[in-house]
């Protein structure tokens, strides 16, 4: 069974509908899900019909994309009525609105529109059937064309060169287009003011680089291994050891063909190391929009993602760069021509801070995404109305704005090796997994108590452990600290996070203390605990009234203070 299942519906279309209807339509519109990738561009132009009870909303699956993964959960999440696609073609509409091609949308009974699901249209695929030549997908007589005439009474195109190309290569359909924006990068523009929660809720300290990695979903895109190398296993952990946890913050967007076709436990499983590592997971429907306004550099390649960050003005470096599967015309095959490159055989940092201290916004993304930013709801709104025959609502046409994701933050459950310098009340300390050959200073092991290999505690300077300072399973901060020092007799402190800002912390010499941020520091909690435990090796003493340290990491000084709260191990039994 399909994502819809097969049954006919009888509410609010199908037989005898007007008798169990509490509300008969003006109008119904159809939207046509292919997959979860097309279906987030329909979620975007879904807020022009709210509030109007004229019209009653379906929603149906053609079941002709490969990717079903991630369907079903969508749609029960929007709660549309879901119509069976052999009874959507049956049930006359008033407007079916697609965001792809694939499957005979063209036996709609109703007026048909297509929008793009991507950046305009730019990727070459041949239509099943059509035999081996790959036109562009979209912008084509393959895709557009039924007997000789196009099939659509509205082809949305974001910006005039997507007309001059399809007057190109299908005159035939000029007629049908309709220059109408880019819901998908309105929503993004408009969110902008927001970057600095956005970044919050990614948890992004001052001073942190966020480095959002991205991948289209064939084998030649970054994430793939269809094309020269497999790129992404050996580039995780270089990643993760060569910039400084503390430094950069890490975040993966997926395309939802990848999340969804090979799973996401699948996806999950393949990233592991990297997640315990530092590394995020975006949502690849709900959040993506949102880790591309708070990223600082995009790490991508041809895909429409890329281009996104490129125009709003963001650093990208392309890890990917396939030409192949692109309209050689497109404005992103443009880009893809011009960006700078990731030399993946060189060190990863210095090219990261070379980009990032250099960068000159391209031209071309920010001028070719849309001719009408800010437009497109109430260019689309007027277009799906006229296509009804029905006169628009008199409040404005709006789109939703992007929500503020879930707090994501970081979790280092993979052991990290911190370097420390100190002078005086002064401590720069650096993290990541490795450190290069050759940095000067103090090292120790911080560990947290999750680690995959319990191996690793025994060897640990630092264990750390994160949760609410109320937790009963734990005993506290002051009880799970007292326990780790028991257990693991090698370990010099134990530190027990309870807020983004501060830490309990237990050593074995000096006593129990609480250390929070000063004015004016934010950085994670769990490295002010290894600059603390650094200090005391260095001889450092904490005075009965307390004390403040500076660490310095990624640039900044963060004011440290330090709380005396019990002297030695006399908490434990």
């Not at 509490?22 to 109008?27: D, G, K, L, Q």
């Not at 799973?263 to 499983?269: D, E, F, S, T, V």
């Not at 443009?334 to 990863?348: I, N, S």
């Not at 459950?413 to 300390?429: E, F, M, N």
Request: hydrophobic share 40%.
């Amino acid at each position: 069974m399909g994502p819809t299942g097969h049954q006919p519906i009888r509410v609010p279309v199908g037989e005898g509908s007007e008798r169990w209807a509490s509300r008969s339509s003006h109008r119904t519109v159809l939207l046509v899900v292919h997959n979860v990738t097309s279906a987030g561009r329909l979620l975007d132009v879904l807020p022009l019909f709210h509030d109007d009870f004229r019209v009653q909303l379906l929603v149906t699956s053609t079941e002709s994309s490969p990717f079903q993964g991630g369907v079903r959960e969508l749609f029960a999440e929007v709660g549309l009525p879901v119509v069976p696609w052999e009874q959507a073609l049956s049930t006359p509409v008033d407007l079916a609105i697609s965001a792809s091609f694939g499957g005979h949308i063209d036996l709609l009974q109703g007026k048909l529109t297509v929008l793009s699901h991507g950046v305009g249209y730019s990727k070459k695929m041949a239509k099943p059937g059509a035999g081996s030549r790959e036109p562009t997908f979209g912008l084509s007589p393959e895709w557009l064309l039924s007997g000789g005439r196009p099939f659509v009474d509205g082809l949305v195109l974001s910006h005039p060169e997507q007309v001059a190309r399809l007057r190109q290569v299908c005159p035939e359909a000029v007629g049908a287009s309709v220059l109408a924006g880019d819901p998908c990068f309105d929503r993004i523009l408009a969110a902008r003011p927001y970057r600095d929660r956005f970044r919050r809720a990614l948890g992004v300290r001052r001073g942190q680089r966020l480095v959002v990695l991205n991948s289209t979903w064939n084998p030649e895109g970054f994430f793939g291994d269809g094309g020269d190398q497999d790129l992404l296993p050996g580039l995780l952990p270089r990643l993760a050891a060569e910039l400084p946890a503390d430094g950069y913050r890490l975040a993966a967007v997926l395309h939802p063909n990848i999340w969804h076709g090979h799973g996401p436990g699948q996806i999950r499983a393949w990233l592991d190391r990297a997640r315990r590592s530092g590394l995020s997971l975006i949502d690849p429907v709900h959040a993506w929009r949102q880790a591309l306004v708070a990223a600082d550099l995009v790490v991508g390649d041809f895909g429409a993602v890329s281009y996104y960050a490129a125009a709003l003005g963001a650093p990208v470096l392309l890890a990917a760069a396939e030409q192949d599967r692109l309209d050689p015309d497109a404005p992103l095959a443009a880009f893809v021509r011009e960006a700078p490159r990731l030399d993946v055989h060189a060190p990863l940092r210095e090219q990261v801070e070379k980009v990032l201290a250099g960068h000159r916004p391209l031209a071309g993304p920010a001028a070719f995404v849309t001719s009408a930013p800010g437009s497109s709801a109430a260019l689309l709104r007027r277009h799906f109305y006229t296509l009804m025959d029905l006169a628009e609502p008199t409040a404005p046409a709006l789109l939703e704005p992007l929500p503020l994701p879930p707090y994501n933050p970081p979790r280092h459950s993979h052991p990290l090796r911190v370097l420390s310098r100190v002078q005086g009340a002064d401590v720069v300390v650096e993290r990541s997994t490795e450190h290069p050959y050759g940095t000067g200073g103090d090292t120790h092991l911080a560990v947290h108590e999750e680690t995959r290999d319990p191996g690793d505690l025994e060897s640990a300077d630092v264990i750390i452990r994160d949760g609410p300072p109320d937790d009963p399973r734990l005993g506290g901060p002051d009880g799970w600290t007292a326990e780790v020092l028991r257990r693991h007799p090698h370990c010099s402190a134990a530190a027990y996070v309870s807020g983004p800002d501060s830490c309990t912390v237990r050593t074995v010499r000096h006593g129990l203390f609480r250390l929070s941020a000063g004015p004016g520091a934010d950085a994670d909690p769990a490295a002010y605990a290894s600059a603390f435990h650094a200090w005391l090796a260095n001889g450092g003493k904490v005075p009965t009234t307390g004390t403040t340290l500076r660490m310095h990491t990624a640039g900044d000084a963060h004011p440290v203070t330090v709380e005396v709260l019990g002297d030695g191990l006399a908490a434990q039994p």
